[in-house]
């Protein structure tokens, strides 16, 4: 993240440590901001359809068989109820609380009855009005024998987001809350429609 920003401004979080090793998932896998390190479509290949409003972030996904495409998550292009997985992995950080509200109906309606929707996600306190206005998580992301060092960092002011206020979102558009696990700063959240 953020190369060229000066540390002075960022507030780094205690590193963790996330196992998808054993993370499994049904059918067609939309995931939601998948550029970056496109860890989804890592893990699962061609059973991938990443998603991205930034071509730089998604040419950056080693090449593999997922599809990428350049969309907006607030106004998916595709038809109703054709996913049984949608995921979307550190991506709702980078969005406002009221995209987020958009994002989460737009999942909604592009899922089949019984689908699926896993986010995992940093939990953001409100900012505190301090020098530091970004705010940053180092992981170690074990899948397929290796572990991947990565981090995500977005610009803190406006951005909160706890697993409590993606959970009323969620229900908010119909979803039914199957499982909520938190980390020190990290969550993980599973909905079902
Ligand atoms: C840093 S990436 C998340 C990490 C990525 N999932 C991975 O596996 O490394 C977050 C992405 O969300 C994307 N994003 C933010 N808002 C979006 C939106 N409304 N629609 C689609 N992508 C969005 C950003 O462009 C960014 O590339």
């Known amino acids: 993240m953020g190369e060229g920003i000066d540390e002075k401004r960022i507030n780094f979080l205690p590193a963790e440590k996330i196992n998808l090793e054993k993370f499994d998932c049904r059918g067609r896998i939309l995931d939601i901001g998948g550029g970056g390190e496109g860890i989804i479509a890592r893990r699962f290949g061609e059973r991938v359809i990443a998603i991205d409003l930034s071509r730089e972030e998604l040419e950056e996904v080693p090449v593999n068989n997922s599809l990428r495409i350049e969309m907006d998550a607030r106004d998916l292009k595709f038809l109703d109820e054709e996913f049984l997985t949608v995921t979307s992995f550190f991506s709702f950080m980078y969005m406002t609380p009221d995209d987020q509200n958009k994002v989460i109906q737009e999942i909604f309606r592009v899922m089949k009855a019984d689908g699926e929707f896993y986010l995992w996600d940093i939990e953001i306190k409100p900012h505190d009005g301090r020098e530091k206005d970004v ?59």
């Open 135 to 193: 705010i940053a998580l180092d992981l170690g992301v074990t899948m397929d024998g290796e572990e991947i060092k990565t981090g995500y960092g977005v610009y803190w002011p406006g951005k909160e987001q706890s697993p409590e206020s993606i959970v009323k979102m969620g229900k908010k558009a119909g979803f039914r809350i199957v499982e909520v696990a938190e980390k020190a700063n990290s969550f993980f959240v599973k909905m079902k429609k």
